[in-house]
T-cell receptor, first 112, second 115 residues
Framework: TQLLEQSPQFLSIQEGENLTVYCNSSSVFSSLQWYRQEPGEGPVLLVTVVTGGEVKKLKRLTFQFGDARKDSSLHITAAQPGDTGLYLCAGGGKTSYDKVIFGPGTSLSVIP | EAQVTQNPRYLITVTGKKLTVTCSQNMNHEYMSWYRQDPGLGLRQIYY???????DKGDVPEGYKVSRKEKRNFPLILESPSPNQTSLYFC??????????????FGPGTRLTVL
């Protein structure tokens, strides 16, 4: 059974600080996605990474896919209150028949 | 505006009283899915549909039913709700199944409490 673990489970930081959250598995995934879920809303896709070692940047967010495609990290520089939310990673395979597996999420709170 | 809508957003009911949560998408997506979200467990898939009249069980299908008679609608039915079905439910749609070159669009969620 494929599982995704995320750490930390909860994170509370001051505005302007940097942070990194992690997504780990014992299984290899062909692709991995990060979603952000704001309170009272559904998850929204931030990025998809498909190549081992791949790094993608989205403004102050940097996403990295591990070389072995078993792990990923999300780094936020100079966090802002608008970054508050639940960050979910999801892993998938190469075909449309491969299941998409979601991790439990990291709940981030950025205090002004 | 491209979106997935769910109704109701909040529902409190009692054990055994049948209920339906509606889901509709306006993006002509083939793939639709229902998830439940519980603290510490993340999103778990209940049922999914690859296209009209094609549905299949996800990871936690017990106690739920779905139908896909039209491409845009994918209602979730609880025939006899029980307290362990108290959860936050999300409907999602995407152009096709799988993750590669694909994005799931989620509805705003339905918070269900079964007393």
């Amino acid at each position: 059974t494929q599982l995704l673990e995320q750490s930390p489970q909860f994170l509370s930081i001051q505005e302007g600080e940097n942070l990194t959250v992690y997504c780990n598995s014992s299984s290899v995934f062909s692709s991995l996605q990060w979603y952000r879920q704001e309170p009272g809303e559904g998850p929204v896709l931030l990025v998809t990474v498909v190549t081992g070692g791949e790094v993608k940047k989205l403004k102050r967010l940097t996403f990295q896919f591990g070389d072995a495609r078993k792990d990923s990290s999300l780094h936020i520089t100079a966090a802002q209150p608008g970054d508050t939310g639940l960050y979910l990673c999801a892993g998938g395979g190469k075909t449309s028949y491969d299941k998409v597996i979601f991790g439990p999420g990291t709940s981030l709170s950025v205090i002004p | 505006e491209a979106q997935v809508t769910q109704n109701p957003r909040y529902l409190i009911t009692v054990t055994g009283k049948k209920l339906t949560v509606t889901c509709s998408q306006n993006m002509n997506h083939e793939y639709m899915s229902w998830y439940r979200q519980d603290p510490g467990l993340g999103l778990r898939q209940i049922y999914y549909s690859m296209n009209v009249e094609v549905t299949d069980k996800g990871d936690v299908p017990e106690g739920y039913k779905v139908s896909r008679k039209e491409k845009r609608n994918f209602p979730l039915i609880l025939e006899s709700p029980s307290p362990n079905q108290t959860s936050l439910y999300f409907c999602a749609s995407s152009p096709h199944a799988g993750m590669l070159y694909n994005e799931q669009f989620f509805g705003p969620g339905t918070r269900l409490t079964v007393l």
